[in-house]
T-cell receptor, first 110, second 115 residues
């Protein structure tokens, strides 16, 4: 069964304390892996798409990487405004379905 | 360009009632997908419409239905509301649908509370 698991569920960091969020997936074929950011009471906002193992994408303090079994979202020197829930989603190649993980809620304290 | 517009933003309904939510996708996008988001279950796929046809459906009871109009605007309807239907309902717009590798653009959602 296709599955996407994110860890940890919640993460509390001090401002400037770098860390990584994990998205592991078990799918029969990967067409793409997406990262979204969601602020409370709002819809998810697209961050990155990764297509193949070894690929990396960066945006400001965020860097997403992809291996054959998982993706990491690295947050370097986070600021309080980076506080949000980060969602990972996998697009499967055989069914064409988009499967979301449960998300990691990040809180960055000043 | 205008984003995905969902109306209303908030809704309070009583058990047993029915509700209709609306979504206007980004101009030019022909696909609209609906998701239910709850703290316990995360984002659960409801259905996807493309050019007025339902193309995919998730594992939700028949009380959940939807439609898409010729201008790509979509509505979803929930009949005989239950307490467990309380959730954030999200609409996502894309050019070609769930399998679009360019990803979705989400609306801000409709927060439905059933009392």
């Amino acid at each position: 069964e296709d599955q996407v698991t994110q860890s940890p569920e919640a993460l509390r960091l001090q401002e400037g304390e770098s860390s990584s969020l994990n998205c592991s997936y078990t799918v029969s074929g990967l067409r793409g892996l997406f990262w979204y950011r969601q602020d409370p009471g709002k819809g998810p906002e697209f961050l990155f798409t990764l297509y193949s193992a070894g690929e990396e994408k960066e945006k400001e303090r965020l860097k997403a990487t992809l291996t054959k079994k998982e993706s990491f979202l690295h947050i370097t020197a986070p600021k309080p405004e980076d506080s949000a829930t980060y969602l990972c989603a996998v697009l499967t190649s055989n069914t064409g379905k988009l499967i979301f993980g449960q998300g990691t809620t990040l809180q960055v304290k000043p | 360009k205008a984003g995905v517009t969902q109306t209303p933003r908030y809704l309070i309904k009583t058990r047993g009632q029915q509700v209709t939510l609306s979504c206007s996708p980004i101009s030019g996008h022909r696909s609209v997908s609906w998701y239910q988001q709850t703290p316990g279950q995360g984002l659960q796929f409801l259905f996807e419409y493309f050019s007025e046809t339902q193309r995919n459906k998730g594992n939700f009871p028949g009380r959940f239905s939807g439609r898409q109009f010729s201008n790509s605007r979509s509505e979803m309807n929930v009949s005989t509301l239950e307490l467990g239907d309380s959730a954030l309902y999200l609409c996502a717009s894309s050019l070609s649908g769930q399998s679009d590798i360019r990803g979705y653009t989400f609306g801000s959602g409709t927060r439905l509370t059933v009392v």
